[in-house]
């Protein structure tokens, strides 16, 4: 079928199941073209638990799906892609998590949105890459175990010296790959440009950031700033809307290798199938997502400053 014919039947369908559909910022281009919605992964999570719609075909990873059906359990939660997971998430099992804070007992567990129900159900409190520091900063503790990403771990024990945070040695593949030489010649190439960095890059490829922020940050970042050119170290999905709004500023890629094949796995045509059986669904185990929904809750609770 054309991709045309595809986006119109997608359309119809999302009409007919009164559904919303999501999309993350790393999607494919046709995707984010049709979808209700973009954001990054929280974002998306909140506006489902707020639509009024039943049904959320939800364009991500896996873990993202699971945070619309912990902070929506009455909504049909639907993951076009089953298979589409995150590997950082799958660096720690609820097992692992449990065995960790053995170690470190009086330790208080932060943890990534990215990561499985379990393991938020086995943690004191999320954050998200744009709130990590604000979380660390508001808890009264002296020890943090900071799971599962440890660029973002270090990152938050940059920021926050006064306590002691031990890092999980988790990564994502994509934003780990980025080397120091690259964002070296694109500066060099693009002298005037600033360069902005998601915190789950190597901490070398943070210190040679602009500005650091997630990704929504990195499109509030761009259309503010007076700077015409911007290296992006992020996953390449971003352009999409990056450039469609700010259509006379340039976004220069450091690196080929910033795609995470997940995020791309999703296609048009799997959209379709989802919305024509209502599968695959993501629910959570009902204890599960009540402890897990607590730790959203506490990062929620958060003030922002
Ligand atoms: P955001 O929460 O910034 O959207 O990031 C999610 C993600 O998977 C980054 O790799
Ligand atoms: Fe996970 Fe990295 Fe892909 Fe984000 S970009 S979904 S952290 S593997």
New binding site residues.
């Given amino acids: 079928m054309e991709q045309e014919q595809l986006k119109q039947r997608i359309k119809k369908l999302v009409k007919e199941r009164n559904a919303l559909l999501m999309a ?3 999607q494919r281009d046709e995707i984010q073209e049709i979808a209700d919605i973009t ?5 998306l999570s909140m506006e489902a638990a707020k639509t009024d719609k039943q049904v959320i075909v939800f364009c991500g ?1 896996h873990f ?1 799906a699971e945070s619309a059906a912990i902070l929506a359990p009455e909504k049909t939660v639907l993951l076009p892609r089953e298979d589409a997971g ?1 590997p ?1 998430a799958d660096m720690i099992t609820a097992d692992q998590l449990r065995e960790f804070k053995a170690q470190h007992p009086g330790a208080t567990v932060v943890t990534y ?2 990561s499985t129900a379990a393991v938020k159900a086995e943690s004191d409190i999320c954050c ?3 709130n990590a520091v604000n979380v660390a900063r508001s808890l009264d503790a002296d020890q943090l175990l900071m799971v599962p990403d440890r660029n973002l771990g270090r990152y938050i024990a940059k920021h926050v010296p006064e306590k002691d945070c031990i890092c999980w040695e988790g990564y ?1 593949p ?2 780990d790959r980025l080397r120091v030489e690259e964002i070296v010649q694109a500066k060099a190439k693009y002298p005037e440009a600033l360069f902005m960095a ?1 915190p ?1 890059c190597t901490p070398e490829i943070l210190e040679l950031a602009d500005h650091i922020c ?4 990195m499109y509030e970042f761009a259309k503010q700033n007076p700077a015409q050119t911007f290296i992006v170290g ?2 390449n999905g971003i352009l999409w809307r990056l450039k469609k709004e700010n259509p006379d500023k340039e976004f220069i890629m450091p690196s080929r290798s910033l795609v ?1 094949p997940n ?1 791309k796995l999703t296609s048009l045509e799997d959209i379709l199938t989802c919305l024509q059986t209502m599968e695959p669904r993501i629910t959570v185990p009902e204890d599960v997502r009540a402890q897990a929904k607590l730790t959203l809750d506490r990062m929620l609770a958060v003030p922002r400053y």
């Fill in positions: 993350h910022n790393y954001g990054d992964s929280l974002a990873v993202m995150c950082m949105v990215n998200t890459s744009s994502c994509t934003h998601h789950e997630s990704t929504s940050g992020t996953e995470c995020m």
